[in-house]
DNA sequence: TGTCGCATGTAACCCGTTACATGATTTC
DNA sequence: GAAATCATGTAACGGGTTACATGCGACA
């Protein structure tokens, strides 16, 4: 079997430029720390990587951005080519989710571990995803609108463009403050415990 | 900085070692397979490879347990040196997660999808952590026991040798069925939202 | 006859991470 | 004067995946 041509990574870069219009491989990294976190992560270099192999695929057009004092900026745009890409990818099912918790590792193997340092890991994931919730609820109001100034003649966001917002967007971060809200019942559940064995041990 | 001489698969393998009992790699792959799927994947030929590693680090060691008619079993067991590697790891804060989810990215840029071909990834996906559901509620029921016969002079998982259930695998795993029933309520709502978009289309 | 389970490995590949690199401007 | 932001890249490395490899017994 041949190696596919773009990966996921690819088309949550081409994705994100679909639905929020032409931006720098700068703009995109912001964009994806926001909006993509909850799915999936890309470090800069990633996303510089992306964007050459999807210029030579043809699926983004590029133009400099001149500017005094500053690097130039290199503004990214999907293509006709582009759009099409990505529906056809979003029509091929998905890969299976795997997940990667270090956090719940430690936990399941609790019995052999010193308990305060336990209870100090737990602690540690409640601060990340108490942030990760605030985050995720500042976005459904900051970020609600993906605005995109229509241009004519080329495609765009419909919702972006009319001054609605995507519904999409929207229900994949009800989806990401659900999964959170969850994930942290349970951290809590779970430190409850180890802090019972704790004063046990006392 | 230099490279860690142990990842997390690695204590993943290492601590299925503690809390069950000695193994062959063929046994910790089905292991593996239903007690860390919710927060760890592993291929078999990774767990052979991580046995390897820590047999020469002295966390791990081997026995050849010799079969008629059958390949040698090669039955691992932990080291006194591995216990106290965990419990080091254990006591360091871990990783940040991060989630890697090629359903929830083609769901984000739904409005530039066929509906119909959305929808079925969705149900696609229904079906999947449905299963997965299933399955972690039948691990709380069948595996909620994690034997292990008490060896004299061996160090083991106390509550396995004395024929209580391990807490923190309970905990696990109603972590792992919270977790799936929200992600299942989650694509519920997106897909009745995506149905009522594919009706008004025609 | 063929596929599934048992049982253990090796080889190739690449995405993703980390570190390195550059350099101006603005803020504390 | 140091740190953060803007802005774009290259290089090295390895964990994780996929495919290849072997061979017996049981079961349909």
Redesign the interface.
């Known amino acids: 079997m041949q190696r596919p041509e773009a990966y996921?990574i690819t088309?949550?870069v081409l994705?994100l430029l679909?639905?929020s219009g032409p931006m720098s491989g700068y703009d995109l990294k912001q964009r994806f720390d926001h909006?993509?976190a909850?799915?999936?992560?890309a470090t800069h270099s990633q996303i510089y990587n992306e964007l050459r192999r999807m210029k030579e695929l043809g699926w983004v057009e590029m133009e400099r951005e001149e500017q005094e004092s500053r690097p130039d900026r290199k503004v990214y745009s999907i293509t006709e080519s582009g759009?099409e890409a990505?529906?056809a990818?979003?029509?091929q099912?998905?890969?299976?989710?795997?997940?990667?918790?270090?956090?719940?590792?430690?936990?399941?193997?609790?019995?052999?571990?010193?308990p305060e340092?336990?209870a100090n890991?737990i602690r540690?994931?409640i601060v990340?995803h108490e942030g990760r919730l605030q985050r995720y609820r500042q976005n459904l109001q900051l970020l609600s609108f993906v605005k995109q100034p229509p241009e004519p003649g080329k495609r765009h966001?419909?919702?972006a463009a009319s001054g609605e917002e995507?519904?999409?967007?929207r229900?994949?971060s009800?989806?990401a403050i659900?999964?959170e809200?969850?994930?942290l019942?349970?951290l809590y559940?779970?430190l409850e415990?180890v802090e019972k064995g704790e004063h046990e041990e006392k």
Do not use: C
């Not at 909850?38 to 992560?41: A, K, L």
């Not at 890969?95 to 571990?113: A, M, W």
């Open positions: 996921p088309y949550g994705g679909a639905i909006i993509l909850p799915m999936w992560g759009y990505l529906a990818w979003q029509a099912p998905p890969s299976v989710l795997q997940l990667r918790d270090e956090l719940l590792l430690k936990i399941l193997f609790g019995t052999f571990s010193d340092a336990l890991n540690r994931g990340e966001n419909p919702y995507d519904p999409y967007f229900l994949i009800h989806f659900a999964y809200k969850t994930y019942e349970s559940e779970i415990f």
